[in-house]
């Protein structure tokens, strides 16, 4: 039978906006069973309102989901700082709550979704988990955003540590680290001069990497993938 014809159930943490929203309107329209996980409505797929920031949050949304059989957890959200990325950011000031926030967000939750997944994952033939990296978690990458770059980096180590604890499961791990992509925010951003004129990645692009991760056969995992911006100044760093 050919793949792509197959009916997935596919889990998208953070689906109300942004990437998530974007991947999460890709696979419903292919006929996936898509179930969509936020804070805030979901306009497709079947929604579950969770706040995955905290251990109480995660465990509501796994018993939401039941024992059904999942064949990919896609984590496309995060969060980061106020005013990150514009001048207005000020490490010094940032409340160490933000910090903690960040970290459990995009470290912590998608360790932790995929741990108390793993009954769910095990029952598909072909299980994957794909995060949301960012470029500010590769080498040499860092921004002054101190919580985001930390938990980007924390989350690529995580990854990698989860492909060697899970190697019994066969779950492929994948994170993938872009630029910025152009989703309605940060296009809006660039507008507003709060973000330098640049070229975003299209959507298309991100939804076209995670497509073909999830095309690919159980006998072959892909660490990580980087998508960068033409000409980009993190370009020129790596």
């Known amino acids: 039978m050919d793949a792509s014809s197959v009916k997935r159930k596919i889990l998208v943490i953070g689906a109300s906006r942004g990437i998530g929203a974007a991947v999460a309107e890709y696979f419903v329209q292919r006929g996936d069973d898509v179930v969509c996980i936020s804070r805030s409505q979901s306009t497709v797929g079947r929604w579950i309102q969770g706040?995955?920031?905290?251990?109480?949050?995660?465990?509501?949304?796994?018993?939401?989901?039941?024992?059904?059989?999942?064949?990919?957890?896609?984590f496309?959200?995060?969060?980061?700082?106020?005013?990150?990325?514009?001048?207005?950011?000020?490490?010094?000031?940032s409340p160490d709550a933000e910090t903690r926030y960040v970290i459990a967000v995009n470290t912590i939750a998608p360790i932790e979704l995929t741990k108390q997944l793993i009954p769910n994952l095990r029952q598909s033939h072909n299980p994957r988990a794909i995060f949301i990296g960012a470029l500010s978690g590769l080498d040499h990458c860092a921004t002054?955003?101190?919580?985001?770059t930390a938990s980007k980096f924390g989350l690529r180590g995580a990854a990698q540590a989860l492909r060697i604890a899970l190697a019994s499961e066969k779950i492929g791990i994948t994170v993938?680290?872009?630029?910025?992509?152009?989703?309605?925010?940060?296009?809006?951003?660039?507008?507003?001069?709060?973000?330098?004129?640049q070229v975003p990645i299209p959507l298309a692009d991100i939804i076209s990497a995670v497509a073909w991760i999830l095309s690919l056969s159980a006998a072959v995992d892909i660490g990580e993938i980087t998508l960068y911006q033409k000409e980009s100044e993190l370009t020129k760093l790596v």
């Open 51 to 74: 706040d995955i920031s905290t251990a109480t949050g995660i465990t509501s949304v796994v018993a939401e989901i039941g024992n059904t059989p999942v064949d990919a957890l896609l």
């Open 76 to 93: 496309m959200g995060g969060t980061w700082e106020q005013q990150a990325f514009t001048n207005q950011y000020d490490f010094i000031h």
């Open 144 to 148: 002054i955003e101190v919580a985001n």
């Open 176 to 197: 993938i680290n872009p630029g910025n992509i152009a989703t309605p925010e940060v296009l809006e951003d660039i507008a507003a001069g709060r973000f330098q004129a």
